[in-house]
């Protein structure tokens, strides 16, 4: 059994895995997990006895939390959500018809619906709740800001007058400080890797371990 929940807003989707167990104390909780992340403050609900229970509604009402209950026997008045349950259960069948996993199936088909343009909005549901879009495969092909910027910020640290420009080699024997507990202030070690312009990683035969070691 799942619940599914939907941003009206944002078309952001939720789909939380209840098991076997759909009573008013477990959505109740599950809810107190999404009111952390997202604050809403209108609750659209079928009227299952999970969501018409006392239990419930005073959840709701300790929370300030508008809540308002679909036609009876009529749950396309809540179409955004009834949609979204017919996409899902088709495109996760089809996935695990592949030989998919159930909780696979799930993640791939959240991820796909988050990522891509909404007809409604024009904007991707990950765009529209947190004004970014999702890093997917195809990101591997554009260039990387975000890459270029943080290479730029190191040679400009290295070229910054007044700073001391050490060099070393992979396989080199340096004196570093080990601010491990019961250290020495002062251990031998050997350059083990150069992760960037001014940081390696080396290798101290005392602590038998990997550190990583600023050089400016």
Same mark, same amino acid.
Request: overall charge positive.
């Given at each position: ?18 098991? /076997?167990?759909? =009573? ?19 609750? %659209?609900?079928?009227?299952?006895? =999970? &969501?018409?229970? /006392? ?7 300790? #929370?300030?939390?508008? =809540? ?5 026997? #009529? ?28 909780? &696979?199936? %799930? ?5 796909? &619906? ?39 910020? =190191? ?23 080990? #601010? ?23 290798? /101290? ?10 050089? &400016?």
């Amino acid at each position: 059994m799942f619940m599914i929940v939907v941003d009206a807003h944002t078309k952001w989707p939720e789909i939380i895995d209840m098991g /076997s167990n759909t =009573q008013a104390g477990k959505v109740v909780i599950e809810f107190r997990k999404l009111f952390a992340r997202f604050g809403p403050r209108h609750v %659209v609900t079928d009227n299952g006895r =999970q &969501y018409t229970s /006392s239990e419930f509604r005073e959840f709701l009402a300790r #929370h300030g939390i508008k =809540q308002t209950f679909t036609a009876p026997y #009529h749950s396309a008045t809540n179409g955004a959500v009834e949609n979204f349950v017919g996409t899902f259960k088709n495109k996760v069948t089809k996935i695990t018809k592949e030989g998919k996993s159930l909780e &696979y199936a %799930v993640n791939l088909f959240l991820f796909d &619906y988050r990522s891509k343009e909404h007809c409604t909005t024009k904007r991707s549901p990950a765009w529209m709740m947190f004004k970014r879009e999702l890093r997917t495969r195809f990101d591997l092909l554009k260039p990387s800001v975000r890459d270029d910027v943080e290479k730029n910020v =190191q040679v400009q640290i290295v070229a910054t007058d007044g700073k001391r420009r050490a060099s070393v080699e992979v396989g080199d024997a340096v004196m570093v400080d080990d #601010h491990t507990v019961r250290s020495e202030k002062r251990v031998k070690a050997k350059v083990a890797k150069q992760l960037s312009t001014v940081t390696y990683e080396k290798f /101290s035969p005392n602590c038998k371990r990997l550190l990583l070691w600023n050089v &400016y």
